[in-house]
């Protein structure tokens, strides 16, 4: 039984096989069948029985990477060797033969191989592309086969087209190409000189020549520096002379010609014509200007005679003074004359180079390893300043005004700092004004009652004045100045100085502020100027609860006493003290070294906790007063629609339930205080009995007496504010956190 045809089922070799072509052996010779190549390969290509074919490339050894063919893994590389022949001379008998050098070239992307020769001055001999490049085959009998990579090496004869060429040596490169591929490298042999050009150049140097050859090689120096130019900033200094001037000039040094161009740089509105070049380009000599000479009198070659005839052969010619004994030197500047710092010569001019760019400084640091190139500054010193003076205020208008017509012709309008007016103008719930509550201090017994509120306006330093009204004082109140910006005391009025004003930094709680004559007593100031001045302590060191600790620390000594002092006023014991006590105690241990504001920034840095919820009766006493105003008295509806959401009978919905029934039935209640009230009735699971909550709400069965709230910043200082509404800076202070701080003194 035969196996299914599957993979793995099948010993036949000939499947999965494409090619069944037949080499082609036997041909006719002379009229004459007979066999024409036996290494010719097999059906479909394959070797016969015992046939080894030879490749036809080179083999290279396979690596761990992806297989790429050679011409793309070879791609741009050459080995290149080292190679000489001797060639015979027959006809000569200066010389048997000659040594001629060679570079051989083996390109591995395709085996192919070129030979050139190198070319030498005055050979008289055909030199350069030797052998063009193409693939060189064996020499007989191993005609029908290529040159590889493998039949080179160092020290070895190696002939191509019948002449021997001998390899010496290679470059690196190629040295390590053949250790990798598995070549054993030979050492490296020596190259003879050829005897007749060592005979002919010993010659040379013992003869002199009729007319000596100068050649000066300026092609490699183009080649080299084309389009590179060295660029230095200098500084013609003219001022000695008469209507002399500063002159700042730009030097381009050309370095693949050493030529110099000048340009100047003008400045705008400088009054001179705008050209093109100072100097154009060209050699600069160091020693200018050298001189007026005769045409040809500065060459570089001098002609002593010239021969000719009229002979058969005519041959013209002329003789050179190779001594050179009327020649005129000049030196001119190079690229190792300049440098930052140092003066130069142009044309009886001494410019100073200032500074350069940065290629002219790589250019030195790699040339010449120069490192220092500290610039020198071209700018002419600052002209000695003239004091402005002006003339003193008029009194008409506002100083700036006057100041601004002594400033120009055309008067222009004084110029307001608009960054700082936007940056500190009140926007929102921010005000950027600092209000303070002050007292009139004079000697009035009418007056000494007079409460005022004075505002400190950021965006423009201004002021304004606001009195509080009083029955009953005689006084009209409001506005008792303008806003304005006010002026410090003790000012001369008619001077040429603008005056100063009133800074914010002068204001602080306890401080006296003179307004235009008027002395105000700084009593204390709103949360808002509080938080400010809490926030910029650079500019108020008496918010910095850090400088006010350490001004304590220095009482360190009475530290017994004081904690005697606050057990004594804390008569429960509750550790807490209220602000006018605790203010008592603190100034009576300092005595004068703190300021109010320095005790109210401590009074707010230890303030106690307060719980500012107010009592569940004054939320009922509010919710009753909206729903009489509105004469809501539909509660049984409001407990008949809860029963009927109340599924399971529990007397009890969830909060946000009887908000949804309140709100659909239009409950004349706000919503802030129907939440608070909800709340206050929750269990710990959200639910809240609908008959002891409406029952509360209802106004007709269950009213409740009014309830005064007294709020912690309504209440009264008596012996300074006067009986006037003023808030407080905080209700109570937890004095044994300060003493911790201060003395570490622990509670007992």
Not at 355 to 375: A, I, L, M
Not at 463 to 486: H, I, P, Q, W, Y
Request: proline share 6%.
């Amino acid at each position: 039984m035969a196996l299914p045809l599957l993979p793995g089922n099948s010993f036949n070799s000939n499947v999965g096989k494409e090619k069944f072509h037949k080499s082609q052996h036997w041909g006719f010779c002379n009229n004459v069948r007979m066999l024409v190549s036996d290494e010719k390969p097999g059906i479909g290509g394959e070797p016969l029985f015992g046939q080894k074919l030879k490749p036809k490339y080179s083999m290279y050894p396979k690596g761990t990477e992806s297989d790429v063919p050679s011409w793309v893994a070879f791609d741009k590389q050459v080995l290149s060797f080292d190679a000489y022949m001797e060639d015979e001379v027959p006809d000569k008998s200066q010389e048997d033969y000659r040594i001629r050098y060679y570079k051989i070239y083996f390109y591995p992307e395709d085996d192919t191989i070129q030979v050139n020769e190198p070319e030498l001055k005055n050979s008289g001999l055909p030199q350069g592309t030797f052998i063009r490049r193409h693939r060189i085959c064996l020499p007989p009998p191993d005609d029908d086969q290529f040159y590889t990579v493998y039949h080179f090496n160092i020290n070895i004869d190696i002939v191509f087209y019948g002449r021997t060429f001998k390899i010496y040596d290679c470059d690196v490169f190629t040295k390590n190409f053949l250790r990798k591929i598995g070549v054993k490298l030979n050492p490296p042999g020596k190259c003879p000189e050829d005897p007749y050009m060592k005979a002919r150049k010993e010659k040379l140097e013992h003869v002199e020549p009729l007319r000596p050859y100068q050649y000066t090689d300026t092609l490699k120096q183009f080649l080299d520096h084309d389009r590179q130019i060295l660029r230095f900033f200098g500084l013609w200094d003219d001022t000695a002379s008469m209507f002399g001037d500063r002159r700042e000039l730009v030097l381009h040094y050309f370095l693949s010609d050493d030529t110099i161009e000048v340009k100047e740089l003008n400045p705008p509105n400088s009054g001179r014509d705008i050209s093109s070049l100072f100097i154009r380009r060209r050699k600069l000599p160091k020693y200018g200007p050298p001189g007026i000479y005769q045409p040809g009198q500065i060459t570089d070659q001098t002609v002593l005679n010239m021969y000719g005839g009229w002979s058969v052969k005519q041959v013209n010619g002329y003789l050179l003074d190779k001594y050179q004994l009327g020649k005129l030197d000049q030196e001119f500047y190079k690229d190792s004359d300049l440098a930052v710092g140092t003066t130069i010569n142009v044309w009886g001019r001494k410019v100073l180079l200032c500074n350069c760019d940065e290629f002219t400084k790589c250019y030195y640091k790699n040339k010449y390893g120069v490192e220092n190139f500290t610039p020198i500054s071209c700018k002419p010193p600052p002209p000695p300043k003239i004091e402005r003076k002006f003339p003193p205020y008029t009194g008409f208008g506002s100083e700036e005004d006057s100041l601004r017509s002594c400033i120009s012709l055309v008067p222009t309008p004084h110029r307001r700092d608009f960054r700082k007016f936007v940056e500190k103008d009140s926007y929102g719930y921010i005000s950027y004004a600092l209000r303070y509550f002050a007292k009139l201090i004079t000697h009035k017994c009418a007056d000494t009652d007079r409460m005022f509120v004075i505002s400190y306006f950021l965006s423009d330093n201004t002021m304004s004045v606001f009195e509080l009204t009083e029955r009953n004082s005689g006084a009209t109140g409001g506005k008792f100045l303008r806003r304005a910006r006010v002026k410090r005391p003790g000012q001369e009025v008619f001077k040429s100085e603008l005056s100063e004003y009133i800074q914010p930094e002068e204001l602080y709680v306890g401080a006296r502020v003179n307004v235009n004559g008027y002395i105000f007593h700084l009593l204390n100031a709103d949360e808002y100027t509080l938080n400010y001045m809490e926030k910029n302590l650079s500019r108020f060191p008496f918010s910095n609860i850090e400088l006010i600790l350490e001004k304590l620390k220095e009482e360190k000594p009475k530290s017994r006493e004081v904690k005697l002092a606050f057990t004594a006023a804390d008569s429960m014991g509750t550790k807490v003290l209220d602000y006018n006590a605790f203010r008592e105690i603190i100034m009576s241990i300092t005595v004068g070294k703190l300021t109010d504001h320095e005790v109210i920034t401590i009074a707010r840095y230890y303030r106690a906790l307060e719980d500012k919820d107010p009592h569940v009766n004054v939320l009922i006493t509010m919710a009753h007063e909206q729903l009489k105003k509105n004469a809501f008295e539909n509660f049984d509806r409001l407990i008949s629609t809860c029963e009927y959401e109340d599924r399971e009978k529990k007397k009890v919905l969830p909060s946000k339930d009887i908000r949804r029934l309140c709100k659909s039935s239009r409950l004349p209640v706000k919503e802030d205080l129907l939440a608070s009230l909800l709340s206050r009735f929750e269990d710990s699971e959200k639910q809240v009995n609908y008959d002891s909550f409406f029952f509360a709400l209802n106004w007709r069965i269950n009213p409740m007496t009014e309830w005064e709230t007294v709020l912690y910043n309504t209440e009264k200082i008596g012996d300074i504010w006067m009986g006037s509404p003023s808030p407080i800076p905080v209700r109570y202070i937890s004095y044994m956190r300060l003493l911790k701080d201060v003395f570490d003194l622990e509670e007992d």
